[in-house]
């Protein structure tokens, strides 16, 4: 009786919940300290965390402006008129931290691409409108998420490919214009994530790093539906750049963006429903190490579902 009443208690508890969060992320659902106490897998915040302080820089991707609040960088963003050559941000600024005057480290920040009005109206509702024909599933900080590459176990580091069935069939029609760009005429692509943020779910995604013994050098993503802010704390500084990606843009990361520098989205830069397709591809020392694996991944891959 005892056993089957606090079966009961657990599957009670499970029903009440209406997030995937676990450990220390949260969203609106979960965002309640006393209510974090009273579920199993979440945690309270780290006393740290919640007290460091961060240098944020909010920076405009054509002119490398840098503003203290988001408004201002909204406000000039519409006013730029900087036509830069190459979509690739690379800033140069004295480390804020540390050094005397005239003698400060000089901290870098390249490798950050960005291309604005990459698809069309009709092809942001088009692929928006395919996402829905497959399941969206709960995932962590408010977000739901689709798949399409190989089964990962990130722990172990282990990669399987028996669900890996193919990509999105839209994607096939995105793809030469994804080699056009400047950076990724041999992008292999392997792997793909459809990401839902919406303001009313909190959603947000912690700052972290891709990981990269199975992800390779570049990392792209195609933002829909709303524009949206992408972040980037430094790797050992409390110092975090901001950059207003707007709706139907490419990003690429890549270079020192993607290994020196940790990326998120905070849950204040999401502003109504937000979702992004991202693509991978595999490191060569993951191909150079597992061949028959990495040769199976890029036969899936080049399926179209």
């Known amino acids: 009786q005892i056993f089957r009443s606090t079966k009961i208690l657990c599957l009670e508890r499970k029903m009440e919940r209406k997030c995937a969060c676990t450990g220390i992320r949260k969203c609106k659902f979960c965002s309640d300290d006393l209510y974090r106490q009273d579920q199993k897998n979440l945690h309270l915040p780290i006393e740290e965390q919640k ?49 005397e005057e005239g003698q400060q480290e000089v901290l870098e920040f390249s490798g950050l691409g960005l291309i604005r009005d990459f698809i069309s109206d009709q092809m942001e509702e088009r692929i928006s409108t395919y996402m829905d024909q497959f399941e969206w599933k709960l995932s962590q900080s408010g977000r739901r998420k689709q798949d399409f590459g190989p089964q990962v176990n990130f722990k172990k580091q282990r990669v399987k490919t028996t669900n890996f069935k193919g990509l999105p069939l839209f994607t096939q029609e995105l793809l030469p214009s994804i080699k056009a760009v400047q950076g990724l005429t041999d992008m292999e692509i392997v792997e793909q994530a459809h990401l839902e943020y919406d303001a009313d779910r909190g959603s947000n995604i912690d700052f972290h790093m891709d990981d990269e013994w199975l992800w390779g050098d570049r990392i792209v993503g195609i ?83």
């Open 51 to 99: 007290s460091k302080t961060y240098i944020d820089k909010f920076v405009c991707s054509k002119c490398l402006n840098h503003f203290p609040q988001l408004s201002l960088l909204k406000e000039h963003d519409l006013d730029c008129k900087n036509n830069p050559t190459s979509p690739y941000v690379h800033i140069e600024m004295p480390n804020p931290l540390f050094g």
């Open 223 to 305: 933002n829909l539906l709303s524009d949206v802010v992408l972040s980037f704390q430094h790797i050992s500084l409390p110092l975090v750049l901001h950059f207003l990606v707007p709706r139907k843009a490419l990003y690429i990361m890549s270079g020192i963006s993607r290994h020196q520098w940790l990326h998120g989205i905070q849950e204040g830069h999401v502003e109504s429903l937000r979702r992004v397709i991202n693509f991978r591809e595999l490191p060569p020392e993951y191909e150079e190490e597992y061949p028959e694996i990495a040769q199976q991944i890029r036969n899936c891959a080049s399926n179209f579902i």
